[in-house]
């Protein structure tokens, strides 16, 4: 029987496994290789090699109430669209109010994680690790949850550059990136126009002499400030916009993009890619444009070539006097400490049942959290999977027969390169709400809205229209929690809280849950309406 744990990382996607553990009754031992939580979301001044890194003015792009834990909705006060800061800030309330960090050891890496001679019939571990001083141990554990991110191996493929050895400029990768200090008056170009390489060009062009962002597909770019001023994630990502979505797949795309090109014509400013909307993560980025639109960044091809001073572009462009150039090209996913037998690929990515569990196991007791990507944030999908595992763990969820899930993975996989633009940097992408509605149905918390609309209309009108959040998977079920609805039905409040820094109107300053939760569900209703609906028959002129 399953009981001791061991969790192999302590950023987000951690602390809510050990969580998962706890809530489980299991017993979690978490190994991180710092001296603090937070992973990815933790600044540290110097670069520190084989963990995640994120310059000083990260700010998220997913708003804090998309991003928040099932059981722990962030304070009021915060903005909605936090500073890396602030998210660390609430990843340690998280930690320190459900007591999460007595189960973590500190600066112990773990070092190989291996199947016991009898793991066919016990399904445990020896899992090797090392503190800082040099000390190695191996401990026997049940099951394993790694939860170590993929955003610490930097992609940095030099040889699809000719001429780089001979730059007598700087040029180094987006991980190594801090800030703009030190880029006063220079000539920079950045590599890449994923959401890394589009906030440093926007970054450096407030100090560089100019910033010229090179990009092979182009991609589409939204801004975090939706209709009525709301998150844009907030404003999109009801169970009603997803479902109309799905029914009108190519109608959706035509609309999405024409509403961002009434913003700036992509076309015009060079951005333009060939996928569709839906198939690749688009850009989060307020300023590019207003950055494009003054000059101080330029969109540019591909880099074709270099020369010891210059930087000749795929459409024969060249441009003299570069002093710096920044790589942002992705990452490599990679786990040394695993078996390489559990690292076979089916695709772009890892094999994995649900993208968590290595099929081939003859006892599925370890569980790979946090290795996916989609429409928004990685935090609630990563909690799920974790309560997902965890059942699965302790025998309460069952698994199919090895052949049923290798084909289903495979099945997945073919849908998924289909849909989605997907490549060795970005091997995983889900449709974020079917995706967790699949894992809560198996831990029966799957909320049921037919059920909802007959038992209590108000919640089932927030659950359908508002902003689908992560409480709503702990309305019922294993793991539920009391003050579920009550975050569902306040959540309204907690977005509208941080504008409150001057009133402007004779409206008492604090609105009743009910207005505010009603007004939510309508507001995101009208915006599907009016994105969606208006101008329908635009498409079918030409026909």
Not at 6 to 31: R, Y
Not at 55 to 73: G, H
Request: neutral net charge; charged residues 20%; proline residues 6%.
């Amino acid at each position: 029987m399953v009981q001791k744990v061991a969790v192999i990382g302590a950023g987000p996607c951690g602390l809510s496994s050990i969580k998962a553990c706890l809530d489980e009754g299991l017993e979690p031992t978490c190994f991180e290789s710092s001296n603090d939580i937070g992973g990815l979301w933790r600044y540290k001044e110097k670069p520190e090699p084989g963990r995640a890194n994120i310059y000083k003015s990260v700010i998220i792009n997913t708003s804090k109430e998309m991003m928040a834990f099932s059981d722990f909705p962030p304070l009021a006060e915060f903005p909605n669209n936090m500073h890396n800061s602030e998210i660390l800030l609430y990843l340690r309330l998280y930690a320190q109010t459900f007591k999460l960090l007595q189960h973590i050891i500190w600066q112990t890496t773990v070092i190989s994680v291996r199947q016991r001679p009898d793991f066919h019939a016990t399904g445990q571990w020896d899992v090797e690790t090392e503190t800082s001083e040099g000390q190695r141990e191996t401990q026997v554990f049940d099951a394993v949850m790694v939860c170590t991110g993929h955003y610490t191996q930097p992609h940095l493929p030099l040889s699809d550059f000719p001429g780089i050895e001979s730059f007598k400029g700087r040029y180094f990768h987006s991980w190594e990136y801090r800030s703009a200090k030190g880029l006063e008056g220079k000539r920079v170009v950045v590599v890449g126009i994923g959401n890394s390489g589009c906030d440093i060009a926007v970054d450096i062009s407030r100090v560089a002499e100019r910033v010229y962002l090179s990009t092979r597909t182009g991609a589409w770019v939204i801004g975090r400030v939706g209709p009525g001023g709301l998150p844009f994630d907030v404003a999109w990502s009801s169970r009603l916009l997803y479902w109309m979505v799905k029914l009108f797949p190519t109608w959706s795309n035509w609309m999405l993009e024409k509403k961002l090109n009434e913003f700036f014509d992509h076309k015009l400013y060079g951005l333009k890619p060939k996928h569709r909307f839906w198939a690749q993560l688009p850009v989060v980025n307020d300023d590019l444009p207003a950055r494009i639109i003054s000059g101080r960044v330029q969109v540019k091809p591909i880099v074709r070539e270099f020369s010891e001073t210059s930087v000749v572009f795929a459409d024969g462009s060249i441009i003299d006097q570069v002093d710096v150039v920044v790589f942002a090209t992705g990452y490599n996913y990679c786990f040394p400490f695993l078996p390489p037998k559990l690292q076979t690929k089916c695709g772009y990515r890892l094999r994995l049942y649900k993208h968590v569990i290595p099929p081939a196991l003859a006892q599925p007791t370890l569980a790979v959290v946090g290795f996916i990507s989609g429409f928004g944030a990685i935090n609630h999908m990563a909690e799920l999977q974790a309560r997902w595992a965890t059942r699965v763990f302790k025998g309460l969820i069952s698994l199919p027969a090895e052949d049923m899930m290798m084909k289903e993975t495979e099945t997945e996989t073919a849908t998924m390169h289909q849909k989605f633009a997907c490549s060795e940097r970005n091997p995983i992408y889900v449709d974020n709400l079917s995706y967790m509605d699949s894992l809560a149905e198996q831990v029966g918390a799957k909320p049921d809205i037919l059920r909802l609309f007959l038992t209590d209309p108000t919640l089932a009108l927030q659950v359908l229209l508002g902003p689908c959040t992560s409480y709503q998977y702990r309305l019922s079920g294993p793991g539920s929690w009391a003050g579920a609805r009550q975050a569902i039905l306040t959540q309204t409040q907690r977005i509208v809280r941080p504008f409150r820094t001057r009133l402007v109107s004779d409206d008492p300053e604090h609105e009743t849950t009910s207005r505010l939760s009603i007004l939510m569900a309508f507001i995101a209703g009208a915006a599907l309406l009016s994105y969606l609906f208006c101008d329908w028959h635009l498409p079918f002129r030409s026909l």
